[in-house]
């Protein structure tokens, strides 16, 4: 069952989403604020997001930038500005979809349905000889299997989904530990990037796949290295 959450501070627009959606099988979840979406996204990792561009504490742009620097999770934006200058700006954020309200229930669904199969279809990520399939969360080097902890395997992909990205410690905190509810400090980071490169890297000592930006933090470079 794929889960919806639903980020709107129209309750009575809000509600009639949920029940139309719940009777097409998604689970649903809803906030009404910037932030309450922003908890929910960290703690319940949904499968796609429509997020309202109006949010009594913030706009729908500074959630989507927020999310994008964390994840990879298909946002459909819904706007009572029917601009073109709104259109641009979310698509240019990263915005999956776009849609000004009024809008038909009917157009809605069929675009939440375009976006999962699309995001079902980037099920293996490959780069730099390694593989992930996200399907069974197994990891491969050169087609030989490489055992990761929970922990090894959620960064892996975050480096891989945000390859020639630097990723700060805080990052990557907020990403594999914030997201469980848990409270570590940065040297958490460091010690499971050590074990992770142990698992991956020809020489752990000499880093090849994920490199460290002194004072920045760590990047996976994609290509010749």
């Not at 009404?32 to 706009?59: A, F, H, V």
């Not at 990037?193 to 090849?208: F, G, H, M, Q, S």
Request: aromatic share 6%.
């Amino acid at each position: 069952m794929k889960t919806i959450l639903i980020i709107e501070d129209d309750i009575d627009l809000r509600e009639g989403i949920s029940f139309s959606l719940q009777s097409e099988g998604y689970q649903i979840l809803t906030a009404e604020k910037l932030e309450d979406g922003w908890k929910s996204i960290l703690k319940e990792n949904p499968d796609l997001i429509l997020l309202d561009c109006n949010l009594p504490d913030g706009t729908g742009f500074d959630l989507c930038i927020r999310v994008k620097e964390h994840m990879q999770v298909p946002i459909l934006m819904l706007t009572a500005r029917d601009t073109e200058m709104d259109e641009v700006k979310a698509l240019e954020l990263g915005m999956d979809d776009f849609m000004s309200k009024p809008f038909s229930l009917a157009v809605l669904k069929a675009r939440i349905k375009k976006l999962l199969l699309k995001e079902e279809k980037n099920v293996r990520l490959s780069s730099n000889g390694v593989t992930i399939d996200k399907n069974s969360c197994k990891v491969f080097r050169n087609d030989q299997e490489i055992v990761c902890s929970k922990i090894e395997y959620q960064m892996l992909v975050y480096f891989v989904e945000n390859k020639n990205q630097v990723l700060s410690k805080e990052q990557i905190l907020s990403y594999v530990w914030d997201s469980q509810g848990k409270y570590v400090d940065d040297n958490t980071v460091s010690v499971n990037i050590r074990r992770l490169r142990a698992k991956i890297e020809v020489d752990p000592k000499n880093p090849e796949l994920i490199k460290t930006v002194h004072g920045m933090g760590y990047i996976w470079k994609e290509g010749k290295r």
